[in-house]
Each structure stands twice: as structure tokens, then as C-alpha cells.
């Protein structure tokens, strides 16, 4: 059975800095794609960050670009998002999400994942 499970989340003052970390179990995803959702209150649920492990690439979404960066360990199996400069709209509940895809088959960023963490927490305050 597949898991993901996130810690990481809490309250922070503008400007500061969290690290979000997302441990998984039950398969490796040695291809595929990790992700970062989040969901604020009373709106959508949004891509904030993503890796394809292979081929490696990356994706953040413009609000983020430059203050979030994503990273991943293969020996671990895990997802880490660190968060710096970060701002009151940032606050969410934050989701890990993960999906296989086999290195040669296009998918998109933004949809078809089939396992989800239960979320965590991030609170940013002015």
C-alpha cells in the first residue's frame, strides 16, 4: 500500500522560512512525478511545485518562483519543499501528491495523480 506522509508544516511570521518534507512508502517512484499542491481556504487546489524524477526537470508555479525550491532523494524516497520569503498568501494546507509515468510517456504537470498525502499545515502571518 502506497503512503505519503508530510511533516514540516506550522506558523511563521512573514519572510521567514519552513521545510516541508514528504516521506514515501510502498512503491519507490523512481519514474514519475512528486508534487507540492496546496489549498487555501475557499479556493482551488493549485500545482505549487513538481519534479519529473526521469527525465529530471522541474516546475513551480509563478508565485513561488525564486523563494520555494524542490527537491528529491531517490535513496530515501522522499519530496522536500524548502519555502523561503514566505508571504500570508501562502498560507495552505499542502499536499504531497505522486504519480507514475514511464520516462517516455508525456504527462502533464498539473493532473493525474494517483496517491495523495493527507496535507500539512502552513500558516503564514503578517
Known amino acids: 500500500q502506497v503512503q505519503l506522509v508530510e511533516s514540516g508544516g506550522g506558523l511563521v511570521q512573514a519572510g521567514g522560512s519552513l521545510r516541508l518534507s514528504c516521506a514515501a512508502s510502498?512503491?519507490?517512484?523512481?519514474?514519475?512525478?512528486m508534487s507540492w499542491f496546496r489549498q487555501a481556504p475557499g479556493k482551488e487546489r493549485e500545482l505549487v511545485a513538481a519534479?519529473?524524477?526521469?527525465?529530471?526537470?522541474?516546475y513551480y508555479a509563478d508565485s513561488v518562483k525564486g523563494r520555494f525550491t524542490i527537491s528529491r532523494d531517490n535513496a530515501k524516497n522522499t519530496l522536500d519543499l524548502q519555502m523561503n520569503s514566505l508571504k500570508p498568501e501562502d498560507t495552505a494546507v499542502y499536499y504531497c501528491?505522486?504519480?507514475?509515468?514511464?520516462?517516455?510517456?508525456?504527462?502533464?504537470?498539473?493532473?493525474?495523480?494517483?496517491?495523495w498525502g493527507q496535507g500539512t499545515q502552513v500558516t503564514v502571518s503578517s
Open positions: 519534479i519529473r524524477v526521469t527525465p529530471r526537470t522541474t
Open positions: 501528491a505522486a504519480k507514475s509515468v514511464e520516462p517516455w510517456v508525456r504527462s502533464t504537470w498539473t493532473s493525474g495523480y494517483d496517491y
Open positions: 510502498g512503491r519507490t517512484f523512481s519514474s514519475g512525478f
